[in-house]
Every structure is written in C-alpha cells, then in structure tokens.
C-alpha cells in the first residue's frame, strides 16, 4: 500500500480488526469477527485474561442463555435477595425464577478468550496499546510488548479498531473519547463472610451513590463492594466495619479494588475505522452498575457492524454511524431511564428510602414488582414504579 509505517510491518502483523481489551466485551466482538472469516488481534495489557478484575460477577439468565455460556461457570444462582434499609430493617424479595447467576469473574473472562482463540482470534497478552493512527488505507496501533526480554514498541497494521478497554483509559482521551457525563467508583473486596443469598444495603452513610451489596461466593466466602464517589477504600471500611456484618467476618478483608463506572453514554461511540463498545462508551446498567452483559451486546452489534463495512470496504465514520444507530436503539432508553431514578435516589434522605422500603413490602406494589421486576432490563419496573401514586410522589419529590 505505501502507507506510513508499512517498511517496519510483517504479515504477521497485519489483521482486518484489532480489538483492544480482553474483556467480555472485546473478546465477544473478536469471537464474533473471527467466526465470520475476519482476521482479528485482541491486545490484553496484563499477562492473563481476567487479572485483575473487580465485579461482583452477577450475570443475568438471560446472558447464560444468549451467549450459550456453559453451566460450569456458575457458582451460585440468585432467586431471592435480602434488601437492608437504612435503619438495618430487612425484606427478602424471592420471584418464582432464577434471576441470574454469580460467577468467578476471572474463570468467566478466560472462558470468552479461550472461545475467542477457538474461532482464530490472535490473542496477545502483555501487549498494551500505546496510540491509534488513523492513515490511508488503514489503522496502526501502536503496541508496547512487555512480553519480550527487551520491551519494545511496535506497530500493527488493521483496516479498523474496536476500542474495549473499559472506562477512563488514557487511549480514550487520545483518541477524543472522553466525554462520558459522570463516574462513580465500583469498590470491593472478597474475604471469609457467611451470606446466604445476595444482600443490598441502603443508606447515605453505607452507599453514598445507590447501594452496597454482599455477593456470596460459595465455602463461606463472599465479595463486599459498594458505589462511591471518592475515597473509595474507606468508604469500603466503613461499611465492612456495620455490626451485622463484622460479626459474620472471619478474616480480614483482601486487598480493595478500585474501577471508574461511567454513569451515561459517549455522545459519539464511532469515527473513521473506530468502534467504542462496553463500559468504554457508557454502556452499563445506570441503576446497578453492571457492564457485563450490556458490553456483550453491543460488541454483537459492533461485529455485526463492521463484517458488513470490511466487506464492503466502507469504514469511514458515516458507514459505521450504523453501529450507534443500533446500540442505541436497543440500550438508549434503558441508561437514560435509570439515570433518572439515580438522580431521584441522590435527592432522597434516609427516612424517603425508608418510606420507599416500606411501600415496597404492599401487595399492590409487591405484585407490580414481580410482574415488572427483571435482572437486566431495568427501564418496565422504573417506569411502572413512577406511575404508582405513592411511590411515584415519594421519587418525584426527590
């Protein structure tokens, strides 16, 4: 081609797709490009999949279901939680179904990388992604291998870019994608605590930004965690130290774990041979916070984007437009939704969530919650909740 760089490129080093992140939502939109005959790389900075990681590991049925994940992953599933008020009243809600399943996060994302290489993904570990060039006829990204005994910076050459990195990576910002309205940070720990079922506090004083939860991971062990703005380690021992859940604590707790989670969506999640998917453009659960599934489904509609566009050889920013079309059309609604209720929840002092808690545990509002109530499609209940008097006038006056 004659394009800049190409002197210093082998063929090895030259791909249809380069995805970089290796989490769920990379590894899905490479699974996907490869299965459809498409050359793909997926840089991964750290030495494994899935080191380190910090989530609760909370996945919808729904998800088992659509991406055919193999039972052997769950290690518990969810048809019950127990919510905690912030006086410490508790209320158990139990549906007729499961809800969703817990899995180890880390076993989880190198299940997605060995399916990935199964479908010839080229998966390269240690290999962070340093720049993004946009130049004729192409992309190249340039690559610090950390792998090798002389740590080296390379360049590879693609005709496009999945950006999966997760949000508020310094690749973002270079490349103008950085507008993300808010962030919150997700912390967590995991250490020996008795927990039976998933249990959700309240409280301004224990969940500053919505919610702290307990996640029981099976042989007496959980994982603690919260939203916070700012100070996160503390905010986590703080909560650790309640009495209810010191008391059931058998060791200290493992080293905090610190992620920034967007709150809304990049204004523009594509540009000329760029795709962004996953918590790198937003696309989380507003209410809770989870990104796995939502990362997923929109690294299907990245894939699915781009073999049209390589096929055609269309890959400037109009032809990929298509892809923000169709994310949107599928997740718009549900972000902007429960950031409605978060802001209501912000507004609200200890003694509405109380009320709120209490209203809940009513017949006429039980039954709108187990018609309406779903692990990954929060935006029927919200609304539903709105238009009930009582609560409603509790959450608008928020």
Not at 83 to 103: D, K, Y
Not at 233 to 258: K, M, V, Y
Not at 334 to 354: A, P
């Amino acid at each position: 081609m004659g394009d800049k760089g190409e002197e210093a490129l082998t063929v090895q080093e030259k791909y249809d797709v380069v995805v970089v992140g290796a989490g769920p939502a990379g590894l899905t939109a490479a699974t996907r490009l490869s299965e459809r005959g498409w050359h793909v790389a997926v840089l991964e900075e750290h030495a494994q999949i899935g080191t380190p990681v910090n989530c609760s590991g909370v996945l919808g049925v729904e998800a088992f279901e659509r991406f055919h994940l193999p039972n052997d992953l769950i290690q518990h599933s969810l048809s019950n939680l127990e919510f905690v008020s912030p006086r410490g009243l508790r209320w158990e809600f139990e549906t007729a179904n499961e809800l969703a399943h817990v899995v180890v996060r880390g076993e989880f994302d190198r299940y997605l990388g060995a399916r990935a290489r199964e479908a010839g993904a080229h998966v390269l570990l240690s290999h962070r992604a340093t720049a993004v060039e946009t130049v004729f006829g192409g992309v190249n990204v340039r690559v610090s291998d950390a792998a090798s005994e002389e740590p080296s910076q390379r360049a590879l050459r693609c005709r496009a870019v999945v950006v999966a990195t997760g949000a508020g990576m310094p690749l973002l910002r270079t490349l103008g994608f950085n507008d993300v309205p808010s962030r919150l940070l997700g912390v967590q720990t995991e250490l020996a605590l008795s927990a039976r079922q998933v249990e959700v506090y309240f409280g301004q004083r224990w969940a500053p930004e919505g919610f702290a939860w307990v996640v029981p991971l099976g042989e007496g062990r959980a994982k603690v965690g919260l939203l916070c703005r700012r100070d996160g380690p503390n905010t986590l021992r703080r909560f650790l130290a309640r009495s209810d859940l010191a008391s059931r604590a058998e060791t200290a707790p493992g080293p905090i774990q610190c992620s920034v989670l967007p709150l809304g969506f990049l204004r523009q999640s594509f540009g000329d041979r760029i795709l962004v998917v996953g918590e790198a453009a937003g696309h989380i659960k507003t209410t809770t916070c989870g990104g796995i599934y939502y990362g997923m489904r929109t690294a299907e509609l990245a894939a699915e984007t781009l073999d049209s566009s390589l096929a055609s050889d269309h890959l400037d920013a109009a032809a990929l437009s298509a892809y923000e079309h169709r994310w949107r059309a599928l997740l718009q609604r549900e972000i902007e939704t429960g950031l409605k209720l978060r802001r209501s929840f912000k507004l609200m002092n200890d003694w509405g969530i109380e009320r709120l808690m209490s209203l809940a545990r009513r017949e006429t509002v039980m039954r709108i919650i187990q018609e309406k109530a779903n692990f990954d499609w929060h935006r029927g209940l919200i609304d539903a909740v709105f238009r009930h008097g009582a609560v409603g006038r509790i959450l608008g006056a928020a």
